[in-house]
């Protein structure tokens, strides 16, 4: 009989999701036999709690990120105690919308779970506390650091982006033995390397001007356009690639936009060639999203961080520039001097790129798919 593995994700933000698909390849690649099942945990669950869940985030993202990121923090803490009150009662929520999770759980008899998002794994954990469920999971967590809400004990094994994200689940009270640091698992064609010079080319890019990529995440957010209009100030000519996503409005707005002649601009909406537009260009301008970040990492292209969210982003963004792999743009009022500064500077480009070249983990998700296969 096939060996079953389910992988839970949540569509809160693409990230945990393109984690997810990331493993499901790398799983199928290496083990077509395996009988793999990739579910957004939130279908799983009452559409109240869905929509609760999905538009909360959005909501205090977009319109109070400063809340958001101050109930980041007040979740974390060094804590070993496994269980305080308030996240009991926040469990107890989770677990009472997550019926249709319960009963897939209880009628498949998976070989092993893979979580890419905490709120299954949380959900996991809590049953397997109460004797109510035997299910092995693992949990892999998307970004550079670790919050205390990844620690869901009891699990098999946890994947970590960073050592610093290892030691802070061990503080947690987590064995090390159970802890490997694989970095963030992405798309597996970023493991195939790419010709800087032929991406170009494909993409109709010249390959003697520097090319700047501007993201705005799958589903198109923030000042896009304001953002773009700043870098078409620059002084020096770039060729300024801005990928919308699945935003048509902020796309069709950025399609009547005029650049100077000095500049070439081009305007994309959702693609599934990011790695190819990552091997063309010499900088990525973006919020620092884990997997965006990662994506980047092992293409080897610096980034130039810009509007953080407070919480993960803004740690994710001290990550990057304590490992000298990135630069942060603090106000689209400075961006083309500090573009214009960086591009001038060819040493300064060379100590991020390789610094970059240095902290990408390509295989990320071979590794944790192995393990899942051995295990």
Request: aromatic content about 6%; charged content about 25%.
């Amino acid at each position: 009989m096939a060996r079953k593995i389910l992988i839970l994700s949540a569509s809160v933000g693409a990230g945990h999701l393109r984690a997810a698909e990331a493993l499901e390849l790398a799983i199928r690649e290496l083990d077509g036999g395996v009988e793999v099942t990739n579910e957004d945990v939130l279908n799983l669950t009452t559409a109240g709690f869905r929509n609760l869940y999905r538009k909360s985030y959005l909501e205090l993202v977009n319109r109070a990120p400063r809340v958001f990121g101050y109930l980041y923090d007040a979740m974390d803490g060094p804590s070993k105690k496994k269980n305080p009150k308030r996240e009991r009662l926040r469990i107890l929520l989770e677990r009472l919308n997550m019926g249709k999770l319960l009963k897939k759980l209880g009628a498949e008899k998976y070989d092993l779970v893979l979580n890419t998002h905490f709120l299954p794994a949380e959900i996991i954990a809590s049953r397997r506390r109460k004797g109510k469920l035997e299910t092995p999971h693992f949990v892999v967590t998307t970004d550079f650091d670790t919050h205390r809400v990844w620690a869901a004990e009891p699990a098999e094994r946890y994947f970590t982006a960073t050592e610093e994200g290892a030691a802070y689940l061990a503080a947690l009270g987590v064995e090390p033995g159970r802890i490997s640091v694989t970095g963030i698992p992405i798309h597996p064609v970023f493991s195939v390397k790419k010709r800087k010079q032929q991406c170009r080319a494909e993409h109709g890019l010249a390959g003697d001007v520097p090319v700047i990529l501007q993201l705005a995440g799958g589903f198109g957010v923030g000042p896009i356009e304001e953002i773009a209009r700043s870098v078409l100030e620059t002084a020096i000519p770039v060729q300024l690639v801005v990928v919308a996503g699945r935003n048509e409005k902020a796309r069709s707005r950025l399609e009547g936009l005029s650049a100077p002649g000095r500049h070439r601009l081009k305007v994309l909406g959702y693609t599934d060639r990011m790695d190819e537009l990552m091997a063309a260009a010499d900088l990525v301008l973006s919020k620092p999203g884990g997997l965006t970040s990662s994506e980047s990492l092992a293409r080897g292209t610096p980034m130039a961080i810009i509007n953080p969210i407070p919480g993960q982003e803004a740690h994710n963004s001290d990550y990057l520039l304590e490992s000298g792999a990135a630069v942060k743009i603090n106000s689209t009022a400075t961006l083309a001097h500090k573009i214009e500064r960086l591009l001038g500077d060819g040493k300064r480009m060379s100590f991020l790129k390789r610094n970059a070249a240095r902290l990408g983990r390509p295989k990320a998700a071979y590794e944790i798919a192995e393990a899942a296969l051995k295990y």
